[in-house]
């Protein structure tokens, strides 16, 4: 199919394509390589091959194995280990999926060739850049690598996790806590206060005199009234949350003393553990490869998730930009399916399909205590929209019952999530 086709379906023949059934045969043998085995990556791999079993479909993954950031802070908090929240790729490769650990270092698109670290070329008939994020470690000053080993940002799950864990451990009672959320967008919208809740559960139970404060680069956040009312509930006195134009905003970060200045130099804040959570941009390969436009995202077409900078390659998860959805895990495991049903249908000649795609973001403000936003959406126009009256926020009337049900719910999305991912 031609590009200009392939990028270029119109609503009306989406529609149409809904009624036609998937044909989950052999009817292709080209190649496709996926960078990154995380949330969208994997689960991309796994529907290609679900979609079209006769498609060759190569991962490439630089880790040998996964630890998600979702649930990684019930970790912080003591309440699973990081050996709970970590998978492998043994299902996916018993899946006929090529898994190589390796780290994708260019794109050669003209030639449709990837080159690895390990000196390794492949070609490949599609592409499929799945890197997540980067962290932007210039963007304010004294905030860089050497920094986040003593002010962990733990977004990325794994070493930097356990890092935060430790310093709270380590923190005597009475201490302070302070977390540095970033600007929109950034990976998981709701993060940086489930954080806030369960460090707050972990804190209550082990060293009551301790305060957290929330310097926050926003004026709102996800979830804030369910949030706020949680905290209220379970932890009174104990979060502070500062609005980015009430002196919120950091501007310059001390590692060594462990301080955060805001409001134009006038005000420090000398904690006694800090995690700063940087501002982000897609991940370096999609950058390299000048995937991403001025903003540090990956445009797209939102139907087929092709880049509108290069073709052939498509783009999904944290690293693209998809209209009105967040970026979640639960959003690049959607955006992974649709993706790999566009990629099929082009490879076929067939139009591609109407697509539905879905968030729910789960929160735990306590191991019993659970809040959520889901939302289903449609493509507009040109950008993926909610649709209206589909989703929502949790009650803010729910009583005890109703909030450990949502903390049930939110541990059950975990372990399907994952086994939708990793098989
Ligand atoms: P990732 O899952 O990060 O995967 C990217 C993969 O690509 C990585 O494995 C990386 O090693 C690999 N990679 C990158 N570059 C290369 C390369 N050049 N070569 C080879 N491999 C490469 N989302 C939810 O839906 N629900 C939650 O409850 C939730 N909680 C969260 C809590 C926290 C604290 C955080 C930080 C995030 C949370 N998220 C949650 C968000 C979720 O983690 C991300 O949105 C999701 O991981 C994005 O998926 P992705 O596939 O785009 O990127």
């Known amino acids: 199919m031609q590009r200009r086709n392939f990028l270029g379906q119109s609503a009306g023949i989406a529609a149409l394509a809904m009624l036609t059934p998937w044909r989950a045969t052999a ?8 960078i990154g085995g995380g949330f969208g990556g994997a689960t991309c791999a796994r529907y290609l091959r679900l979609l079209d079993p006769g498609l060759a479909v190569t991962l490439i993954e ?48 003209d030639n449709r060739r990837v080159a690895l670290a390990s000196g390794k070329q492949l070609d490949y008939d599609r592409l499929i850049v799945a890197p997540g994020i980067a962290l932007k470690f210039d963007a ?56 806030a809740s369960l460090i707050a559960h972990y804190l209550k139970q ?41 002196g919120g905003l950091v501007e310059r970060v001390e590692a060594a003393s462990r301080t955060l200045v805001t409001e134009s130099g006038f005000t420090e804040h000398r904690a006694d553990v800090v995690n700063f959570i940087p501002p982000q941009e897609a991940g370096q390969i999609a950058q390299q ?25 498509h783009v999904l998860g944290d690293a693209a930009i998809a209209g009105a959805m967040p970026k979640s895990g639960f959003s690049a495991n959607s955006q992974a399916k649709v993706c790999a049903a566009a990629i099929v249908a082009a490879l ?16 735990l403000v306590g191991p019993d205590y659970g809040i959520s936003v889901s939302a289903v ?47």
Request: hydrophobic share 40%.
């Open 377 to 423: 959406y449609a493509l507009t126009d040109s950008a993926i929209a909610a649709v209206k009256g589909a989703g929502g926020l949790s009650p803010s009337d729910a009583d005890p019952a109703f909030r450990a049900r949502e903390a049930a719910y939110a541990r059950g999305w975990y372990s399907s999530i994952t086994a939708d991912t990793w098989g």
């Open 206 to 246: 082990h060293k009551p005199r301790s305060k957290i404060l929330i310097l926050d680069t926003k004026d709102k956040f996800s979830k804030q009234s369910l949030f706020q009312q949680g905290w209220n509930a379970l932890y009174p006195g104990m979060i502070e949350w500062v609005a980015g134009s009430a």
């Open 27 to 34: 009817t292709t043998s080209a190649r496709t390589i996926i």
């Open 289 to 313: 490869a000048e995937l991403t436009d001025a903003s540090g995202w990956c445009p797209v077409n939102q139907l087929s998730f092709e880049s509108l900078r290069i073709p052939g390659i």
């Open 348 to 363: 076929r000649g067939d139009p591609i399909p109407e697509a539905s795609y879905a968030n729910t973001c789960y929160s």
């Open 140 to 195: 304010v000053p004294g905030y860089d690598t050497a920094a986040a080993e003593l002010m962990p940002h733990a977004w990325k799950a794994g070493a930097q996790t356990l890092l935060l864990r430790r310093q709270l451990e380590a923190m005597n009672d009475g201490g302070v806590v302070v977390i540095a959320a970033p600007a929109n967008p950034f990976r998981c919208p709701p993060g940086p206060y489930e954080r």
């Open 62 to 109: 630089s880790d040998a194995a996964f630890v998600t950031c979702p649930f990684s802070n019930l970790v912080l908090a003591g309440m699973r280990t990081v050996d709970e929240i970590t998978h492998t790729y043994a299902r996916l490769r018993a899946s006929a999926i090529t898994v190589i650990h390796d780290t994708a270092t260019a794109i050669d698109a």
